[in-house]
T-cell receptor, first 110, second 116 residues
Framework: DAKTTQPNSMESNEEEPVHLPCNHS???????IHWYRQLPSQGPEYVIH???SNVNNRMASLAIAEDRKSSTLILHRATLRDAAVYYC???????????FGPGTRLSVLP | NAGVTQTPKFQVLKTGQSMTLQCAQD?????MYWYRQDPGMGLRLIYY???????DKGEVPNGYNVSRLNKREFSLRLESAAPSQTSVYFC???????????????FGEGSRLTVL
């Protein structure tokens, strides 16, 4: 399975945008990019996913590089509730395994 | 709509004891998963069930067994618990087996297991 690399931790101020990077230089042409987040003492929850084009939903935006070797999760206005560990994972088509790395721990400062 | 429900939420075992973690989903999902999460680490897949009647090993299956009891339920059994199995265990499910990239995972709240 192709691997992803994320910074261990990031900080943001409340109500400011946050850009969470993910490198996946060995991604194959058919791998989907998924993002999940895990709030303290909870199970992970789905945030967003994409293949080639940028994607928006009510939680966040996903910007995918043209060569697909990296992507960025964008939280447009961070709130204290967005403090969590964010995981970038690659989903092999028709595969069953979601491989989670250590993720990025986001701290949001009031 | 409960989603994915895990029981128990907390358990303390002595080395060598056995126990079963239960997981049930009410979303009519085909695929179900068991992960473990150790402090400061990501989730590691123990076993998964792509559909009712099938189970497969994940990354760290040793010391565990699973049963896909029916479409709703997927249990994880520790036959002889060891301190190395102290962890938080998460059950997850997804809508369709083998979807081409959608099929987001839905997780339970976790079961915190301590083995003394």
């Amino acid at each position: 399975d192709a691997k992803t690399t994320q910074p261990n931790s990031m900080e943001s101020n409340e109500e400011e945008p946050v850009h969470l990077p993910c490198n996946h230089s060995t991604i194959s042409g058919t791998d989907y990019i998924h993002w999940y987040r895990q709030l303290p003492s909870q199970g992970p929850e789905y945030v967003i996913h994409g293949l080639t084009s940028n994607v928006n939903n009510r939680m966040a935006s996903l910007a995918i590089a043209e060569d697909r070797k990296s992507s960025t999760l964008i939280l447009h206005r961070a709130t204290l509730r967005d403090a969590a560990v964010y995981y970038c994972i690659l989903r092999v088509p028709y595969g069953q395994n979601f491989v989670f790395g250590p993720g990025t721990r986001l701290s949001v400062l009031p | 709509n409960a989603g994915v429900t895990q029981t128990p939420k907390f358990q303390v075992l002595k080395t060598g004891q056995s126990m079963t973690l239960q997981c049930a989903q009410d979303m009519n999902h085909n695929s179900m998963y068991w992960y473990r999460q150790d402090p400061g680490m990501g989730l590691r897949l123990i076993y998964y069930s792509a559909s009712e009647g099938t189970t497969d090993k994940g990354e760290v299956p040793n010391g565990y067994n699973v049963s896909r009891l029916n479409k709703r339920e997927f249990s994880l059994r520790l036959e002889s618990a060891a301190p190395s199995q102290t962890s938080v265990y998460f059950c997850a499910s997804t809508r369709l087996a083998g979807t081409p990239g959608t099929g987001e995972l839905f997780f339970g709240e976790g079961s915190r297991l301590t083995v003394l």
